[in-house]
């Protein structure tokens, strides 16, 4: 059974960091992509960064780029996204989906309940 598991979270002050855990289980990280999305209180769903499967090939969002870093361990079955440089503005839930393919371009079929991120001083 498909399961995915967020970790990680918790308060941090600005310009600190920060690393979420997505440990999957019931599939191969190889074989698909794996996104992170956030929401903050009364925001829509943003997507953060993909990783692909297979390949690896990644991709940030604007508003993250240049300080966060996903990577994956496919022995332990897990997703990683370091962040560095907290901003306020990254205060969220953030949340690991699996989608249903290895491309980025794949719809999520399955997420966890979240970690919560909080960045203030």
């Known amino acids: 059974q498909v399961q995915l598991v967020e970790s990680g979270g918790g308060l941090v002050q600005p310009g600190g960091s920060l690393t979420l855990s997505c440990e999957a289980s019931?599939?191969?990280?190889?074989?698909?992509?794996i996104d992170w999305f956030r929401q903050a209180p009364g925001k829509e769903h943003e997507g953060v960064s993909c990783i692909s499967g297979r390949d690896g090939n990644q991709y940030y969002a604007d508003s993250v780029k240049g300080r966060f870093t996903v990577s994956r361990d496919n022995a332990k079955n897990t997703v990683y996204l370091q962040m560095n440089s907290l901003k306020p503005e990254d205060t969220a839930v953030y949340f690991c989906?699996?989608?249903?393919?290895?491309?980025?371009?794949?719809?999520?079929?399955?997420w966890g309940q979240g970690t919560q991120v909080t960045v203030s001083s």
């Open positions: 019931g599939f191969n990280l190889n074989y698909y992509a």
């Open positions: 989906a699996k989608l249903r393919a290895p491309s980025l371009q794949s719809d999520p079929d399955n």
